[in-house]
């Protein structure tokens, strides 16, 4: 199987894709790899495939099985790699028996070109038979008896991009006269000459690495393709990619961020590489690998992009990104439970987790904005005792050993007080219903505590509610008159006394 594919003659990268894993079903095809371009085109084979293989102007497709023109394994389907339309198939010969084995071997298919334009296509499987398929794209193979070398630019030479840049090829002729050679660059062609010595002269090209080549075209239309290498034009500005961090990751206080990055001066050297947040300078790199640690940040957004300097003084410097530091704590309380409901005078633990984590100093737990304790010892255990009536909203503030402080929400614990009527010796019974609908919700006798898990049912789905402790007289219950003992857009009341 194969699920990569990269063409440097083309400076070409393709990646199966898609649904089907290990098969794929799209081919993502990316231009300028070399150069850094992220979009690529999409060939959407249209069912899921095994391998493929391509060079600088086709695509070969092997589905596995079967193919999109027939149910015979070991069809190969061509695509032009520069608009991904489909070209044509093939199909195993009577040689072997007009079928083949399933490819489902690693890198089951490789294509070459000859120099007369002619393709080997070879399918290899372990089943049946290996195929070999040949073909001539135009029906005009013609093996060359010249051949053509690039002599200039050289490849080991950085160009200037406000001057011009000469190229020169030398032919090495047969009995074939010489029409022209042409001269590339990116595929692009940008010059000829038909006489010799063939030259071409390239005027203010653009910056950025340029895969260039010649191609010599004789009188019989038979061609010949010289080397090729990525040739180097700069403004004479040195040049600096930031690896990492990636834009808009999420950190936490207790991470430390990884700054690495890429430098190039064409025409000198690097002098240093400086890494910048919210324009302070945060470090500086002067070796390879370029890499810088940047310990203890404190919460917040963080604008950041690397500087580079050349032996020159040039300077160029990236595209700033955004990355973002919390303060919040990731990890949960261990204790109380969510929504704990005890008696007044009760106790109870608070607990958070901290295992498997340094660079602690202290923990502080509060209740509300009220500091319970604050504890310098694991395990952080905490023990609440004699709990007065009412919401404990637990939260707990993390100071770390270089002393910046991380903050983390916990559970409520309501801890209630029981209802009794002392003059008439009797229970009472809790109503709650819902104030917008008018609908009950459930009567308790307060004389048995409810479960935990009925008085969450009760409670479950109520927004915004905050328990209110109430003192009601023996008189409020003689004329029946509800009391609110809960807040918020539905309250719940006390209706009834039951003697």
């Known amino acids: 199987?194969?699920?990569?594919?990269?063409?440097?003659?083309?400076?070409?990268?393709?990646?199966?894709?898609?649904?089907?894993?290990?098969?794929?079903?799209?081919?993502?095809?990316?231009?300028?790899?070399?150069?850094?371009?992220?979009?690529?085109?999409?060939?959407?084979?249209?069912?899921?495939?095994?391998?493929?293989?391509?060079?600088?102007?086709?695509?070969?497709?092997?589905?596995?099985?079967?193919?999109?023109?027939?149910?015979?394994?070991?069809?190969?389907?061509?695509?032009?790699?520069?608009?991904?339309?489909?070209?044509?198939?093939?199909?195993?010969g009577t040689e072997v028996a007009g079928e083949s084995g399933m490819t489902d071997l690693m890198y089951a298919m490789k294509a070459t070109k000859l120099p007369g334009g002619e393709r080997i296509i070879i399918i290899e499987e372990d089943a049946k038979e290996n195929i070999i398929y040949i073909w001539c794209p135009d029906g005009n193979c013609i093996t060359p008896d010249f051949s053509v070398k690039l002599t200039s630019p050289r490849p080991d030479t950085a160009y200037l991009s406000t001057g011009n840049v000469i190229f020169e090829a030398s032919v090495t002729t047969g009995s074939t006269p010489i029409s022209k050679v042409e001269f590339y660059a990116a595929n692009v062609k940008i010059g000829e000459d038909s006489i010799s010595p063939y030259n071409f002269t390239w005027k203010n090209p653009e910056t950025g690495t340029h895969m260039v080549y010649a191609i010599a075209i004789g009188q019989n239309n038979a061609s010949a393709k010289s080397n090729y290498f990525g040739l180097k034009i700069t403004d004479g500005k040195p040049q600096?990619?930031?690896?990492?961090?990636?834009?808009?990751?999420?950190?936490?206080?207790?991470?430390?961020?990884?700054?690495?990055?890429?430098?190039?001066?064409?025409?000198?050297?690097?002098?240093?590489?400086?890494?910048?947040?919210?324009?302070?300078?945060i470090g500086e790199s002067n070796s390879s690998p370029i890499i810088l640690q940047w310990e203890g940040p404190n919460a917040g957004e963080y604008e950041v992009y690397a500087k580079v300097t050349d032996n020159d003084g040039n300077t160029a410097?990236?595209?700033?990104?955004?990355?973002?530091?919390?303060?919040?704590?990731?990890?949960?309380f261990l204790l109380p439970e969510t929504n704990l409901i005890i008696q007044n005078g009760g106790t109870f633990d608070i607990q958070i987790d901290t295992e498997g984590q340094n660079g602690i100093k202290n923990i502080a737990y509060y209740n509300g904005d009220k500091l319970?304790?604050?504890?310098?010892?694991?395990?952080?255990?905490?023990?609440?005792?004699?709990?007065e009536t009412g919401t404990y909203k637990i939260s707990a503030v993390i100071t770390l050993s270089d002393d910046r402080l991380m903050k983390a929400e916990g559970p409520s614990v309501y801890a209630l007080s029981p209802v009794f009527d002392c003059e008439h010796k009797g229970m009472l019974n809790v109503d709650f219903w819902d104030n917008m609908t008018g609908s009950d919700i459930a009567s308790i006798p307060t004389g048995n505590w409810p479960s935990v898990s009925g008085m969450v049912d009760i409670l479950k789905g109520q927004p915004t509610v905050a328990t209110v402790t109430v003192n009601v007289s023996a008189d409020t219950f003689a004329h029946h008159k509800p009391v609110n003992i809960f807040s918020?857009?539905?309250?719940?009341t006390i209706t009834r006394l039951a003697l």
């Open 1 to 92: 199987m194969s699920r990569v594919e990269y063409v440097d003659e083309t400076d070409v990268m393709y990646f199966g894709t898609g649904a089907g894993y290990p098969q794929f079903s799209d081919i993502l095809k990316y231009k300028n790899w070399s150069k850094g371009i992220s979009v690529p085109d999409t060939l959407r084979l249209g069912q899921n495939t095994t391998t493929f293989t391509a060079d600088d102007k086709y695509i070969y497709v092997n589905i596995g099985f079967g193919g999109k023109y027939s149910n015979v394994t070991g069809e190969v389907d061509v695509y032009d790699a520069e608009t991904l339309k489909p070209v044509g198939y093939f199909l195993p």
């Open 240 to 281: 600096i990619f930031l690896q990492s961090p990636m834009e808009l990751y999420e950190y936490s206080m207790f991470d430390t961020v990884v700054f690495t990055a890429i430098a190039q001066d064409f025409d000198g050297t690097i002098q240093k590489i400086e890494f910048f947040s919210n324009d302070e300078l």
């Open 317 to 332: 410097v990236t595209p700033s990104i955004t990355i973002n530091v919390s303060d919040e704590y990731a990890k949960s």
């Open 372 to 387: 319970l304790t604050t504890i310098s010892e694991p395990p952080y255990l905490f023990n609440v005792n004699n709990a």
């Open 488 to 492: 918020g857009p539905r309250a719940t």
